[in-house]
């Protein structure tokens, strides 16, 4: 392993009033991650410095921050796989309010978890069983890789530029729907929720979401793409609007 | 302070912790109608539950037509050395096929059979294919499908909202004190029964799988409030952690890559497993490469490879093979997949372990064996409680999932924690939920309000001391250097004496700045439960004078009969200082000894 060296970290501090970057340097050896180094800056130079951490494995995606201003995990961010020679910038994900430091506010999107209508199961076969081919849930597999890390959501142009939390609930929550929509034993109804509530029109699939997932889920084309489509053949197909016309259904 | 100025919230169930054993207990408690809130030091859905790597066992039968409940039982007896608490693992092996459809129902996607049935997969110690898995991020699965049904449940969740200490009227719990990360302020939660789902103590060893969450929070909080500690000499080393690099140590590599097929190899290469086989499970572990090697194509006649021994026997043969020299570069040994199983599959059924060496350790784990090593992974000790309510000696208290004892005796199952944290986080939520239907509301003491406030205060308010970061990494040496995987009487006298110092220092331990979001603050306040778990760890270690599943002696080899018939229970005595009592235990019932000790033929014959 090569040896310890030393990097000079730029980390913002500060709180909702305002702040600004602090300079640290720390010795680490360059197969160490980012967090490695947060936390000895915290450990020896800045005790009281917020972050949010959890596993330190990539598995609960607490850790996420702007490493020079790319949304990332701090643990899964190897020193060596950072530019040579520069400064290492730290910053909190913009898209979100500011607590402290590193550490923002994200419960919005706890919030919007709280507005989807969950699974509702169709009845058990009689052998008290539910029967799902491996082929038939990949693609929902995909999507529960999720570890809401929330990278998604602050790299989001609809959420992080044009403030819309309002009109669209973000790539994370969309691949939440697409899971229940795919998902071979529900039986609820979301598109009309996705359509209008959740503001799936307002992606213009940009694709930055899917570039920033730790979990390398395809969230623009196996979720996003997929809903839109749904939306589209129920609202906007010729055939189908004429059929709901004439039996009176739907909005 | 003025206890009248702290915010007040009130609830008739309170659960200290949002892992599974915490998130099932307030789903349960919340469907049968109590107010029920959730408080966790993290955010909804981060808690160490969702490290779990390879599956939750339970005997569905899907994978293996002839396993069932008295098998699992069995298992779980035999692995944790016939210590644990007869009821509790007859409780769990009876129910965790239901909590595992149930979880099915509430959303959860598990890997499936060709059949269309929820896959199994085998894991150590366990006679059949018994993991219901979802690839190795099977705690994920289980984190998630619990959150969105407890949110769908109206249970309130309070996140980053760390507990203090419970607050009591008399000899019951009446709530407890806590504050917000987010602005440093206390509150008070008030509650006729709190659930302690807390999980352990890994924290305070230097090698360990464990999440900084885990610091023993619920033990030190119980047994301030009066509640028994059990076992808690039985800390399980999960044998295969990474090694290197440096700042990875410890990260858990899942058992399902032997349960898949990885083998175990010296730095002779040598598969020195065969050489570690304890003669209590020779008749039913393959004694040659041959006979490994069929079990792997599926023969079911052959008999399970010896890498699939219980965690405690493979932990102990890998700490043996690399202090005689056998051990890898960095210290470890090899835990070789990639010439076993095609690289297809490894990345199809151990995506997360493939991710983590690739990206952190710059290895393709397809293509080059693993380097791993024992690292502290899990408490099968706990709160003493009440085999089917879950309610520990101190009325309205709970306590669930790893929190809890008894269990898991000396040794825990690798795939019986998820399961435990669903039956048992039930139980705990319905024995809650019965109690609080049955009692009144308690007295608030603002006396005991204003105690709690002021202890944690105090490293705020320091014009200078202590940094309690370093205090954490010297408990950790300690810890690590005196009460590992073998233990020996100087070490662990030695380790009491070092505690004892470092808890006079951490009374002098300062947090700089404020109390909003302060890591500092946060860490001199852990400093109190990381010492007293330890201490507990310590003291019944030292009493327990044989050798048995998690808990070795040097001086003290080979399991003892004197001590299998006794538990020892830790209680605070009356003079403030750590009282230990060695506890005879009941006979076992008949009916569940006659499962225990039946032959596998037996019990295939459904002669037991």
Known sequence: MSDPRDYRFRVWRGDSAGGDFAEYTVSASPQMVVLDCLHEIQRRQANDLAIRWNCKAGKCGSCSVEINGKPRLACMTRMNALPDGNDITVQPLKTFPVVKDLVTDVSWNYRQNKRITPLQPKPREADGTYRMMQEDVDRIQEFRKCIECFLCQDVCHVLRDQDRQDAFVGPRFMIRLAGLEMHPLDTADRIPAIRAEFGSGLCNITRCCTEVCPEHINITDNAIIPLKERVVDRYYDPVTRLLRVFSGAGK | ?608
């Open chain 2, 1 to 608: 302070m003025n206890v009248k100025d702290i915010q007040t919230i009130q609830h008739d169930v309170l659960v200290i912790g949002a892992g599974g054993a915490g998130l099932r207990a307030a789903i349960e408690c919340a469907t049968r109608g109590l107010d029920t809130g959730v408080v966790t030091k993290s955010l909804l859905g981060k808690a160490h539950t969702v490290m779990a790597e390879g599956g939750m066992a339970a005997a569905l039968g899907y994978a293996d037509a002839r396993d069932n409940w008295k098998f699992h039982f069995r298992d779980s007896m035999r692995g944790g050395k016939f210590k644990n608490q007869w009821r509790m693992a007859e409780l769990h092996a009876q129910q965790a096929p239901d909590r595992v459809k149930e979880l099915e129902e509430w959303g959860a996607v598990f890997d499936r059979t060709k059949e269309g049935l929820i896959a199994q997969r085998n894991f150590g110690g366990h006679r059949f294919p018994r993991l219901a898995h979802v690839g190795d991020r099977t705690g994920l699965e289980l984190i998630r499908t619990l959150q969105d049904k407890a949110v769908h449940s109206g249970v309130a969740v309070h996140a980053e909202c760390t507990a203090l200490d419970l607050l009591k009227d008399g000899d019951r719990i009446a709530g407890l004190v806590a504050y917000w990360k987010d602005t440093g302020r206390f509150v008070i939660l008030r509650a006729k029964a709190v659930i302690l789902c807390t999980g352990g103590g890994g924290k305070a060893w230097q090698v360990t799988s464990n999440s900084w969450e885990y610091t023993g929070d619920g033990y030190a909080m119980a047994y301030e409030a009066g509640a028994e500690l059990l076992d808690m000499e039985f800390a399980q080393f999960h044998p295969t952690g990474m090694v290197w690099p440096p700042s990875v140590r410890g990260i858990l590599v899942t058992e399902g890559v032997r349960g898949d097929g990885g083998i175990l190899l010296n730095s002779k290469r040598e598969r020195f497993m065969f050489r570690y086989t304890p003669e209590k499970f020779a008749k039913e572990t393959a004694d040659t490469e041959g006979e490994a090697n069929r079990w792997l194509a599926g023969d079911k006649q052959a008999r399970r490879p010896p890498e699939l021994l219980t965690r405690d026997v493979v932990a102990r043969a890998i700490a043996a093979e690399i202090k005689e020299g056998r051990g890898s570069p960095h210290g470890g040994v090899y835990l070789d997949i990639a010439s076993r199983v095609d690289a297809e599959k490894i990345r199809k059924k151990l995506p997360s372990m493939y991710h983590q060496f690739m990206e952190l350790a710059e290895l393709d784990i397809t293509k080059e064996p693993m380097e791993v090593a024992p690292t502290l992974h899990y408490f099968m000790g706990g709160v003493r409680v009440d085999h089917d309510t879950q309610m520990s000696n101190v009325p309205g208290l709970f306590a669930a999932g790893e929190a809890a004892g008894g269990f898991n005796g000396a040794n825990r199952l690798g795939g019986n924690s998820l399961s435990d944290l669903l039956v048992f986080g039930r139980l705990a939520g319905i024995g809650a939920a019965d109690y609080a239907r049955g009692t009144q509301e308690p007295a608030l003491d603002e006396a005991q309000v204003q105690r709690i406030v002021e202890r944690a205060r105090t490293p705020l308010m320091r014009e200078s001391g202590e940094n309690p970061f370093v205090l954490h990494e010297e408990l950790q040496a300690v810890m690590q250097r005196n009460v590992g995987i073998v233990r020996q009487r100087e070490e662990m006298e030695q380790a009491l004496r070092e505690i004892d110092r470092l808890r006079e220092r951490a009374a002098t331990a300062k947090a700089h700045a404020t109390s909003q979001y302060n890591a500092g603050w946060h860490e001199a306040l852990d400093l109190r439960s990381l010492l007293l778990t330890s201490e507990a760890v310590t003291r019944a270690a030292l009493m327990r004078e044989e050798s048995r599943g998690g808990h070795a002696r040097l001086d003290f080899e080979g399991e003892r009969d004197e001590w299998l018939k006794k538990d020892i229970v830790i209680r605070k005595a009356r003079d403030g200082s750590m009282g230990l009592s060695a506890v005879e235990r009941p006979a076992p019932p008949p009916e569940l000894a006659k499962i225990a000790n039946a032959s596998i033929e037996d019990l295939e014959a459904g002669r037991v």
